[in-house]
């Protein structure tokens, strides 16, 4: 009973949220944009819809609702108080979409009804031709005829020298990372000749190489994004240093295993690398082809 209520009191909000949304775009032209979601990536995903909504659409003001919670403070500020095209941050809430799962399942069917009934606005499949962020673009009502859209950021980063000639890799991860273990990422270097030179100093949830005795600690989210743009060469899981780094323009090599949501690799920018979870397997290569950003042909 109590797992019904809540599934009510959730359909009843989304309902709520919904008529909310329609009637800010179509009456004030207003957009509120609201993350369930704390994390680094998950705020960039939405990063490209307030420059799109108000250079394609009729709507003349952006805000971020502060109902969206942030994992860490310098990520407001770095996507959305930078952000030229938001202005300002209100007490009302959006229409806030849920991403697919990280795990590469198939939603249930029962599901799949909802989404169709407008129960849940939950992304579970993309369009041809799209990635993750044109399928947020599409499901807020916005179209700017371009596709494989990177996140933005707007705060100049700073290039620093000391960390020009590294190859650096990010061990760290938090949702999932796939059937991947230590092994199966030294044994990637290893084969592929990769030299790493410094990796991050590990958190709470991370694959970390032995033999690699310089480790790096950022002290701010601006010191981390100066050491991407900055290094040689980055490699890291499937997790925000990959979606940061799209939106800072630094091509990066991502290592995952089997079980990923490949929804989540969303930039052409980037190498995606499935390490299959078995010591010593052949990995499998994606390679995002084409340009990013394509205009829609005709």
């Known amino acids: 009973m109590k797992r ?7 359909w009843r909000a989304n309902e709520f949220g919904k008529a909310a949304f329609l009637w800010n ?35 003349e003001k952006v805000y971020v609702s502060r109902r969206s919670p942030f994992r860490d403070g310098a990520q407001r500020s770095l996507i959305w108080e930078s952000n030229p095209y938001v202005d300002g941050f209100v007490d009302a809430g959006g229409w806030p979409i849920s991403m697919p799962h990280t795990d590469d399942q198939l939603p249930s069917k029962k599901l799949s009804w909802l989404c169709r009934l407008g129960l849940e606005n939950r992304i579970l499949e993309l369009d041809a031709g799209c990635n993750l962020l044109d399928q947020i673009m599409l499901k807020m009502g ?24 590294l190859t650096v890799y990010d061990p760290n991860f938090i949702t999932n990372a796939g059937v991947l273990s230590e092994a199966d990422v030294e044994t990637y270097f290893r084969d592929n000749a990769v030299c790493v030179d410094a ?4 958190r709470n949830k991370s694959l970390e190489l032995r033999g690699v005795n310089r480790k790096i600690r950022t002290e701010t989210l601006e010191d981390f ?11 890291c899981l ?23 949501n490949r929804l989540y690799h969303h930039s052409k920018l980037h190498r995606y690398v499935c390490l299959s979870g078995k010591n010593g397997s052949s990995p499998e290569e994606i390679k995002q082809t084409g340009e990013p950003a394509e205009p829609l042909k005709n």
């Open 238 to 260: 499937t997790t925000g240093t990959a979606t940061l780094a799209a939106a800072l323009g630094k091509p990066c090599t991502v290592l995952y295993g089997s079980g990923v």
């Open 142 to 165: 916005l179209e700017d005829g371009i596709r494989f859209h990177d996140p933005e950021v707007f705060v100049k980063i700073t290039k620093r020298e000391e960390f020009k000639s």
């Open 25 to 59: 775009r179509r009456i004030r032209k207003t957009l509120v944009i609201q993350s369930d979601y704390a994390g680094l990536g998950d705020h960039l995903f939405l990063s490209h819809i307030p420059r799109i909504a108000k250079t394609t659409g009729d709507l």
């Open 225 to 235: 994004c100066s050491l991407i743009v900055s290094c040689k060469e980055l490699y």
């Open 199 to 202: 990796q991050m100093a590990s």
């Open 4 to 10: 019904a209520m809540g599934h009510l009191s959730r």
